[in-house]
């Protein structure tokens, strides 16, 4: 049971028990009826003003907690999309960095295999030459 509901309980409780006894102690008072309705009267509304002072605490303790739960998600909000804007900002860098360096290695590549080509079709070519020469001879 929460402390909240257990408080509640407890004044209600309280309340109650208060109320019976009043009556109790009134209805075995020796006075008139007019005295005891009187007395009772008084009683009654003095719990029921009690009654009222706890809702309105209730209520303010109730305004409070909203209030508070609301600021308690708007700054969590406000974390959340601070964080994701830089989670954002970091992978647009590590995206522009892996494009760059994947431009340069393509660009390496071409240049490799440029120059492997070439190498290969000199050396085809001198094959050729070396084949043609000495078929001649």
């Known amino acids: 049971m929460s402390e909240n509901n257990m408080g509640k309980g ?8 208060g109320a019976v006894g009043a009556v109790l102690a009134l209805l075995y008072a020796p006075k008139s009826g007019k005295e ?19 809702i309105a605490e209730a209520k303010d303790k109730a305004k409070d907690l909203i209030n508070e739960g609301k600021k308690k998600s708007e700054k969590l909000i406000s974390d959340a999309k601070t964080r994701s804007e ?5 992978a647009e860098k590590i995206f522009s960095e892996a494009k760059t360096k994947t431009g340069t290695i393509i660009s390496t590549g071409k240049e490799t295999i440029e120059t492997e080509s070439a190498r290969l079709k000199d ?3 001198a094959g050729v030459d070396a084949y043609k020469s000495t078929k001649t001879s």
């Open 10 to 17: 407890l004044l209600i409780g309280f309340l109650a028990g």
């Open 36 to 54: 005891l309705r009187n007395d009772i009267k008084v009683k009654a509304d003095g719990y029921l003003d009690e009654a009222e002072k706890y």
């Open 86 to 90: 830089e989670l954002l900002k970091d």
């Open 123 to 125: 050396a085809v070519k």
